[in-house]
């Protein structure tokens, strides 16, 4: 499977205890708030298999969580430019950056930030992009974006919510670190038309899962 990963190691603390992140490389955030942990989301990718395409540049505002599930529909309603606004969302990460999907691979990771997050179970997890501001970039040069010619159909609006489908429910514990993995699957994401992608561009068509990666864990010390 050809996709880029966006890990997301979530820590739910319990209060007066600090919590070491194993996944965390830029440092170790703590909270001491009760019922709630920290979040951490990073970005990497696997190889991507079209040989005539040198850049996939995804434009990422905010990674959002709920608790209740959400449908496709749901997920891409009620945006707004800073944060999740409405129905349960709570914003994990906000970016608001450009990512070369190609050029995290081969373990390279990006890390797009962090907050704190209640214990509970959750259901719902969205990428919000601005489909303005990405593009695909092939070997000859030729940037497609939403108005070139050719160009790659991504979803019209300036913000779109893309599903992620977790295959279960992802449960935070208190006291406990879950970590999440998160596959944008880029090479089945992108949809040729015609006989060429120079030719006649590309559709957008997301395709992104989510598995737990690791049992829940209690962290040492608590």
Avoid: E
């Amino acid at each position: 499977m050809k996709q880029f990963r966006v890990a997301l190691c979530v820590a739910a603390a319990a209060a007066a205890f600090t919590i070491p992140l194993a996944c965390s490389d830029s440092g170790t955030p703590t909270d001491t708030a009760s019922g709630s942990g920290t979040v951490v989301v990073n970005l990497t990718d696997a190889p991507f298999s079209t040989d005539s395409v040198r850049s996939v540049d995804i434009f990422v505002l905010r990674v959002d969580a709920r608790q209740s599930d959400a449908d496709s529909a749901t997920t891409d309603h009620a945006l707004s430019s800073d944060s999740a606004s409405s129905n349960g969302w709570k914003t994990i990460a906000a970016p608001n950056a450009s990512f070369n999907l190609l050029a995290l691979q081969s373990g390279v990771i990006a890390p797009l930030g962090q907050t704190t997050l209640a214990a509970g179970t959750y259901n719902g997890f969205r990428l919000v992009i601005d489909p303005t501001r990405s593009s695909v970039t092939l070997k000859n040069g030729t940037k497609l974006t939403n108005s070139s010619s050719p160009n790659v159909t991504f979803p019209g609006a300036a913000q779109s919510g893309l599903k992620i489908i977790p295959s279960q429910p992802v449960t935070i514990a208190s006291g406990a670190t879950t970590t999440l993995l998160v596959d944008f699957d880029v090479n089945n994401s992108f949809v040729q038309r015609g006989n060429t992608i120079a030719q006649n561009g590309l559709l957008f068509k997301p395709v992104i899962k989510a598995t737990i990666t690791n049992k829940t864990t209690a962290n040492a010390g608590t």
